[in-house]
């Protein structure tokens, strides 16, 4: 009697403590380990750990339900580098998109544009490191002054985002929770690359970094131990320890849900929660509600496999739409739904054509629209979709989607109907008229129109569309060889101009608005294959390269430059229009098909994955905009 | 004759057959035609015991005789391609229609998808039989690459009913056909490689062997590096030194040497252990008296006295180089299309959907086990035949 008696009152002594308890704070849900943590003192209490003004997600809006803790999210990579797709994922930005595609302040309280070229941006009151520290405008001015105002850290120069006619921002700190960057003209590529999947980082843990910066430790030590570690000075052990896209540091404090907790190399990645996240549902639960992420290692072609035999709680990544049958037969044996969603690239397989390439023959001509042209309307997209996308993709130019505010027919259709008369009309133009005995054209200089078509080697769909377009291109003359190697062998030889066409995948601005940045329309970066020197030309702001000597394409650099301080959204949409419009008639790049579909495989037990979704790196990163801070595990 | 007794006496006799003094070393017929037999006659006799030998050595003749006909034997050409049929399963063959004897047939497929998992379905429609066509004209094709024709032992019915006997893959190609294709070039991938690591290994191992001292050394040396680097990694090396330009019948060339260059290390070691014990027989000595050159003196004497040992291990070889073939190729690295071999074909069927979904497409592997099997019982056979004494 006296057992039942002494038990009623300890539960009632719980359960007026609960009450006193969530009567204090206003936020009350944290992880059941989390509050054994704080009961053992070694965790502040929850309301220490969150902002003053924590971001609550709108459960409402996007249509989600609350969760409960706990639980392991299994997800499989193909290599280490991948780890910096847990960086895409989980998706905690300065400002980032909502699900729907709205862009809000996220990790800041807000940010305050005036003029498009006044940014003020105001930190969360209390928000904090994942080690506890306090998040600071001195975190943001560490990385502006001692990283990018430093001789050995800041060699990069001012991040191309960052800089408005090659001048970058004045930046000044107005308090602990308050920074400012203006610029002379309006910069609008900034914001979208503080949303972007692989974000413009503007801030480091300060006072975590502050150990490797010789301006606040012993140069002579710090030097000691870079060399020892192999590095030629301090700067190159700050540059390891501060990588914020590949978390490969666990002792680096972040912002996001989890933290990294294994050091690389390793086939197995932990991930474990951020105690001191800033966001929480609606009920005042602090997010994320799974208590950690295991990234595994395994070999690309038995990503699929594995997935089907349940060993993944979240997949999409190398999973290829051909294996949707294989998914959707073993789903119930293996308790897990697949889902497909839309994808937002431009085109599903598209053709880089090389215009710097080092072979002068071939040079001339992938600089000829003619050539360009003919080579597009000699592929018979209709067969690719029907072979190879179960006739459920849709044939296009490598241009934005149909689903994207920017879209007209007339851009999907250009060049990209099968017309070999035409083509060979064309290619007989372009001075490819001879032909040696095989039917295989001459080029110029009496060689055989041999292209070499290369691969970065990962995805036998490009193989498989390879093979068809070599059949339909032998009806026009040209004879196709097909090289796989490897990404950055493959990058290497494109940039270096020893590739002729390239295969990979479309514009990733498949769902462009005018907001986002044309940049994939113009040759603005190194990584285009179809343009890599131009691009690196502007990407250095002509320290390498070449620079862009076709009229066209330096047209599209004048069309971008000007979207970059367009004042209006009216403006921008017209440039938008005018870049697209040039990018496919003059076919800068050939596309195939379109709007195909990703298989996502998401475990049944896992709540608040969308059925529907769109999967692609911009603007979703991924999973990143749908929030895996708000997935959990039913039980 | 009675038995001679104690009181009679012996009773003269004279054998009236004439005296034959090499009675005892006579031999009936069948043996004199054994011991006048050659030795080839011997090894034949020999092989003939071993059923299984014979079989497989059938077998062989049959698959060799059937590569140079290929084009004619295969129902559909190499590249034809439907996009009606992708990964249309095996087809089967039948003889009754609504119980009445037709000859050989098949029916058409009714395609559907699953809604659900987006497979394709096949059935058959079994209202109407399709005959097969015999000795009939169809896809169109290059003999051996030169002569235009259209001839083939089987046809499919018509254009629209497809015949895959083993199913299709893909892009809607006959597996079979590919695989008839495909045995043109893993099986004499087997023969051009042997032959190269055959003239190697003899006239690298004869040396050593018959020269012994620094000369076998050195070549012993060689052999041993050779030897020590790992096959798999040095195909892969070698095979990337080739370049992509390089017509894949070049690379098919390349692939042959290759495979052909790292194999001779264990003939020339044994030609050598043989010859290191012939050449100190008399006969070798007698002709070295005669004055005849080393080359002679290896060539015509010492060779041929181990020539049916080296034929044996030969046979034993092919299946290595088939199979070498089939690695590379299978690892991306060796053939690769549109040039077709069991490799190639088995590359293209490393997925979790082949394995799920479409088995069909791993039957290559088939022949590539029949063969290597063959060859083995083939050489085993060859091998005790080669010693008709033993």
Same mark, same amino acid.
């Given at each position: 009697?006296?057992?039942?008696?002494?038990?009623?009152?300890?539960?009632?002594?719980?359960?007026?403590?609960?009450?006193?308890?969530?009567?204090?704070?206003?936020?009350?849900?944290?992880?059941?380990?989390?509050?054994?943590?704080?009961?053992?003192?070694?965790?502040?209490?929850?309301?220490?750990?969150?902002?003053?003004?924590?971001?609550?997600?709108?459960?409402?809006?996007?249509?989600?339900?609350?969760?409960?803790?706990?639980?392991?999210?299994?997800?499989?990579?193909?290599?280490?580098?991948?780890?910096?797709?847990?960086?895409?994922?989980?998706?905690?930005?300065?400002?980032?998109?909502?699900?729907?595609?709205?862009?809000?302040?996220?990790?800041?309280?807000?940010?305050?544009?005036?003029?498009?070229?006044?940014?003020?941006?105001?930190?969360?009151?209390?928000?904090?490191?994942?080690?506890?520290?306090?998040?600071?405008?001195?975190?943001?001015?560490?990385?502006?002054?001692?990283?990018?105002?430093?001789?050995?850290?800041?060699?990069?120069?001012?991040?191309?985002?960052?800089?408005?006619?090659?001048?970058?921002?004045?930046?000044?700190?107005?308090?602990?929770?308050?920074?400012?960057?203006?610029?002379?003209?309006?910069?609008?590529?900034?914001?979208?690359?503080?949303?972007?999947?692989?974000?413009?980082?503007?801030?480091?843990?300060?006072?975590?970094?502050?150990?490797?910066?010789?301006?606040?430790?012993?140069?002579?030590?710090?030097?000691?131990?870079?060399?020892?570690?192999?590095?030629?000075?301090?700067?190159?052990?700050?540059?390891?320890?501060?990588?914020?896209?590949?978390?490969?540091?666990?002792?680096?404090?972040?912002?996001?849900?989890?933290?990294?907790?294994?050091?690389?190399?390793?086939?197995?990645?932990?991930?474990?929660?951020?105690?001191?996240?800033?966001?929480?549902?609606?009920?005042?639960?602090?997010?994320?509600?799974?208590?950690?992420?295991?990234?595994?290692?395994?070999?690309?072609?038995?990503?699929?496999?594995?997935?089907?035999?349940?060993?993944?709680?979240?997949?999409?990544?190398?999973?290829?739409?051909?294996?949707?049958?294989?998914?959707?037969?073993?789903?119930?044996?293996?308790?897990?739904?697949?889902?497909?969603?839309?994808?937002?690239?431009?085109?599903?397989?598209?053709?880089?054509?090389?215009?710097?390439?080092?072979?002068?023959?071939?040079?001339?001509?992938?600089?000829?629209?003619?050539?360009?042209?003919?080579?597009?309307?000699?592929?018979?997209?209709?067969?690719?979709?029907?072979?190879?996308?179960?006739?459920?993709?849709?044939?296009?130019?490598?241009?934005?989607?149909?689903?994207?505010?920017?879209?007209?027919?007339?851009?999907?259709?250009?060049?990209? @109907?099968?017309?070999?008369? &035409? /083509?060979?009309?064309? !290619?007989?133009?372009?001075?490819? +008229?001879?032909?040696? $005995?095989? #039917?295989?054209?001459?080029?110029?200089?009496?060689?055989?129109?041999?292209?070499?078509?290369?691969?970065?080697?990962?995805?036998?769909?490009?193989?498989?569309?390879?093979?068809?377009?070599?059949?339909?291109?032998?009806?026009?003359?040209?004879?196709?060889?097909?090289?796989?190697?490897?990404?950055?062998?493959?990058?290497?030889?494109?940039?270096?101009?020893?590739?002729?066409?390239?295969?990979?995948?479309?514009?990733?601005?498949?769902?462009?608005?005018?907001?986002?940045?044309? @940049?994939?329309?113009?040759? &603005? /970066?190194?990584?285009? !294959?179809?343009?890599?020197?131009? +691009?690196?030309?502007? $990407?250095? #702001?002509?320290?390498?390269?070449?620079?862009?000597?076709?009229?066209?394409?330096?047209?599209?650099?004048?069309?971008?430059?000007?979207?970059?301080?367009?004042?209006?959204?009216?403006?921008?949409?017209?440039?938008?229009?005018?870049?697209?419009?040039?990018?496919?008639?003059?076919?800068?790049?050939?596309?195939?098909?379109?709007?195909?579909?990703?298989?996502?495989?998401?475990?049944?037990?896992?709540?608040?994955?969308?059925?529907?979704?769109?999967?692609?790196?911009?603007?979703?990163?991924?999973?990143?905009?749908?929030?895996?801070?708000?997935?959990?595990?039913?039980? | 004759?009675?038995?001679?007794?104690?009181?009679?006496?012996?009773?003269?006799?004279?054998?009236?057959?004439?005296?034959?003094?090499?009675?005892?070393?006579?031999?009936?017929?069948?043996?004199?035609?054994?011991?006048?037999?050659?030795?080839?006659?011997?090894?034949?006799?020999?092989?003939?015991?071993?059923?299984?030998?014979?079989?497989?050595?059938?077998?062989?003749?049959?698959?060799?005789?059937?590569?140079?006909?290929?084009?004619?034997?295969?129902?559909?050409?190499?590249?034809?391609?439907?996009?009606?049929?992708?990964?249309?399963?095996?087809?089967?063959?039948?003889?009754?229609?609504?119980?009445?004897?037709?000859?050989?047939?098949?029916?058409?497929?009714?395609?559907?998808?699953?809604?659900?998992?987006?497979?394709?379905?096949?059935?058959?429609?079994?209202?109407?039989?399709?005959?097969?066509?015999?000795?009939?004209?169809?896809?169109?094709?290059?003999?051996?690459?030169?002569?235009?024709?259209?001839?083939?032992?089987?046809?499919?019915?018509?254009?629209?009913?497809?015949?895959?006997?083993?199913?299709?893959?893909?892009?809607?190609?006959?597996?079979?056909?590919?695989?008839?294709?495909?045995?043109?070039?893993?099986?004499?991938?087997?023969?051009?490689?042997?032959?190269?690591?055959?003239?190697?290994?003899?006239?690298?191992?004869?040396?050593?062997?018959?020269?012994?001292?620094?000369?076998?050394?050195?070549?012993?040396?060689?052999?041993?590096?050779?030897?020590?680097?790992?096959?798999?990694?040095?195909?892969?090396?070698?095979?990337?030194?080739?370049?992509?330009?390089?017509?894949?019948?070049?690379?098919?060339?390349?692939?042959?040497?290759?495979?052909?260059?790292?194999?001779?290390?264990?003939?020339?070691?044994?030609?050598?252990?043989?010859?290191?014990?012939?050449?100190?027989?008399?006969?070798?000595?007698?002709?070295?008296?005669?004055?005849?050159?080393?080359?002679?003196?290896?060539?015509?004497?010492?060779?041929?006295?181990?020539?049916?040992?080296?034929?044996?291990?030969?046979?034993?070889?092919?299946?290595?180089?088939?199979?070498?073939?089939?690695?590379?190729?299978?690892?991306?690295?060796?053939?690769?299309?549109?040039?077709?071999?069991?490799?190639?074909?088995?590359?293209?069927?490393?997925?979790?959907?082949?394995?799920?979904?479409?088995?069909?497409?791993?039957?290559?592997?088939?022949?590539?086990?029949?063969?290597?099997?063959?060859?083995?019982?083939?050489?085993?056979?060859?091998?005790?035949?080669?010693?008709?004494?033993?």
């Amino acid at each position: 009697m006296s057992r039942v008696l002494s038990m009623l009152a300890k539960s009632c002594a719980a359960i007026i403590g609960l009450i006193i308890f969530a009567g204090s704070v206003a936020w009350a849900g944290e992880a059941p380990e989390l509050a054994s943590l704080v009961e053992q003192k070694k965790l502040p209490p929850l309301e220490d750990r969150l902002p003053k003004n924590p971001y609550v997600v709108d459960y409402k809006k996007e249509q989600k339900t609350i969760g409960k803790y706990g639980g392991e999210m299994r997800l499989l990579m193909g290599r280490a580098k991948d780890l910096g797709q847990i960086t895409v994922y989980t998706y905690a930005r300065l400002i980032g998109f909502t699900p729907g595609l709205e862009m809000k302040a996220d990790i800041l309280e807000s940010i305050d544009v005036k003029n498009g070229r006044e940014f003020t941006l105001k930190i969360r009151e209390g928000h904090r490191w994942s080690d506890g520290k306090l998040f600071t405008s001195e975190d943001f001015r560490y990385y502006w002054e001692d990283m990018i105002g430093n001789e050995q850290l800041g060699r990069a120069g001012v991040p191309s985002t960052m800089r408005v006619e090659g001048e970058g921002p004045e930046f000044k700190v107005i308090d602990s929770l308050t920074i400012r960057y203006t610029w002379a003209k309006p910069n609008p590529a900034f914001l979208p690359a503080l949303a972007g999947p692989s974000p413009l980082y503007i801030y480091r843990p300060a006072h975590y970094m502050k150990q490797f910066h010789a301006k606040y430790g012993d140069e002579e030590k710090l030097n000691e131990i870079a060399r020892e570690a192999g590095s030629k000075d301090w700067s190159g052990i700050h540059t390891r320890k501060q990588r914020q896209r590949r978390p490969e540091n666990p002792d680096l404090p972040t912002l996001q849900a989890w933290r990294n907790t294994t050091s690389p190399p390793s086939q197995r990645f932990v991930f474990e929660r951020n105690p001191f996240y800033h966001r929480v549902d609606p009920d005042g639960n602090q997010l994320p509600y799974i208590n950690k992420l295991i990234m595994s290692i395994a070999s690309k072609g038995v990503i699929p496999a594995k997935t089907g035999a349940g060993e993944s709680d979240l997949q999409a990544r190398y999973l290829r739409f051909d294996n949707f049958t294989f998914l959707k037969e073993v789903e119930d044996d293996n308790n897990f739904n697949t889902y497909l969603w839309s994808t937002g690239k431009g085109s599903q397989v598209a053709l880089f054509l090389n215009m710097n390439t080092n072979d002068p023959v071939w040079r001339g001509l992938m600089r000829d629209v003619r050539f360009r042209r003919a080579l597009s309307l000699g592929i018979d997209r209709e067969e690719i979709n029907e072979t190879i996308y179960f006739g459920l993709a849709s044939p296009s130019a490598n241009t934005v989607l149909p689903q994207s505010p920017l879209y007209r027919d007339e851009y999907a259709q250009a060049w990209a @109907e099968y017309d070999v008369d &035409t /083509a060979n009309q064309l !290619l007989d133009d372009a001075g490819l +008229g001879a032909r040696d $005995e095989d #039917g295989i054209r001459l080029l110029p200089n009496g060689e055989r129109a041999e292209i070499t078509i290369e691969s970065a080697g990962e995805s036998t769909e490009e193989s498989d569309v390879l093979e068809l377009i070599s059949d339909h291109w032998s009806n026009i003359g040209i004879k196709v060889f097909i090289r796989s190697s490897q990404r950055d062998i493959f990058r290497r030889r494109a940039n270096a101009g020893e590739t002729l066409i390239s295969v990979f995948f479309g514009i990733n601005a498949g769902l462009a608005s005018s907001q986002l940045s044309p @940049e994939e329309l113009a040759p &603005t /970066a190194q990584p285009q !294959l179809n343009w890599p020197k131009w +691009g690196q030309y502007f $990407e250095t #702001g002509g320290k390498a390269g070449e620079p862009v000597d076709l009229p066209e394409a330096a047209k599209q650099v004048e069309r971008y430059n000007a979207w970059l301080i367009a004042e209006s959204d009216e403006e921008r949409t017209r440039i938008w229009h005018e870049m697209l419009h040039t990018y496919t008639d003059q076919v800068f790049s050939i596309g195939t098909v379109n709007n195909s579909r990703q298989p996502v495989v998401v475990s049944k037990k896992l709540q608040n994955v969308p059925e529907e979704g769109i999967y692609s790196w911009e603007p979703t990163a991924f999973f990143g905009v749908y929030r895996p801070d708000t997935f959990w595990f039913k039980k | 004759m009675s038995t001679p007794t104690k009181s009679t006496k012996l009773e003269h006799y004279v054998n009236p057959a004439p005296f034959d003094p090499q009675s005892i070393e006579n031999m009936t017929p069948e043996q004199e035609a054994i011991f006048l037999a050659s030795q080839k006659k011997l090894m034949w006799w020999k092989f003939k015991k071993h059923k299984v030998a014979v079989f497989c050595g059938g077998f062989l003749l049959f698959m060799y005789l059937a590569i140079l006909i290929s084009e004619i034997l295969a129902p559909y050409a190499l590249e034809t391609r439907n996009s009606k049929f992708i990964y249309a399963p095996p087809k089967a063959l039948h003889f009754v229609h609504d119980g009445e004897f037709v000859g050989p047939f098949v029916y058409k497929f009714k395609r559907s998808r699953d809604p659900r998992t987006l497979k394709r379905l096949y059935a058959e429609d079994t209202r109407k039989p399709y005959p097969i066509r015999f000795f009939c004209s169809g896809d169109k094709y290059k003999f051996w690459g030169f002569i235009k024709g259209d001839f083939h032992i089987v046809c499919p019915p018509e254009k629209k009913v497809s015949m895959f006997f083993f199913g299709a893959d893909r892009l809607g190609r006959d597996v079979l056909s590919r695989m008839i294709y495909g045995s043109r070039i893993s099986l004499t991938i087997g023969l051009l490689g042997i032959s190269i690591s055959f003239t190697l290994g003899i006239i690298i191992g004869g040396l050593a062997g018959y020269y012994g001292g620094w000369v076998d050394l050195v070549v012993q040396r060689i052999i041993e590096v050779v030897q020590s680097l790992p096959t798999i990694p040095l195909w892969l090396a070698l095979a990337a030194i080739m370049p992509v330009t390089w017509s894949p019948i070049v690379v098919y060339f390349g692939i042959t040497i290759i495979l052909g260059l790292v194999d001779w290390t264990g003939l020339a070691r044994a030609v050598r252990s043989k010859l290191l014990s012939l050449r100190e027989e008399d006969y070798v000595l007698a002709a070295r008296l005669m004055g005849a050159s080393p080359k002679r003196i290896i060539g015509l004497h010492l060779v041929p006295g181990f020539m049916s040992h080296l034929i044996a291990s030969a046979t034993i070889t092919i299946p290595t180089m088939i199979l070498g073939e089939t690695a590379l190729s299978f690892l991306g690295l060796g053939l690769r299309s549109p040039i077709v071999s069991w490799g190639v074909l088995l590359n293209e069927a490393q997925n979790i959907n082949v394995v799920a979904l479409y088995p069909w497409l791993m039957l290559p592997v088939l022949p590539v086990i029949l063969i290597i099997l063959a060859f083995n019982f083939f050489g085993d056979g060859l091998r005790d035949a080669a010693d008709p004494y033993g």
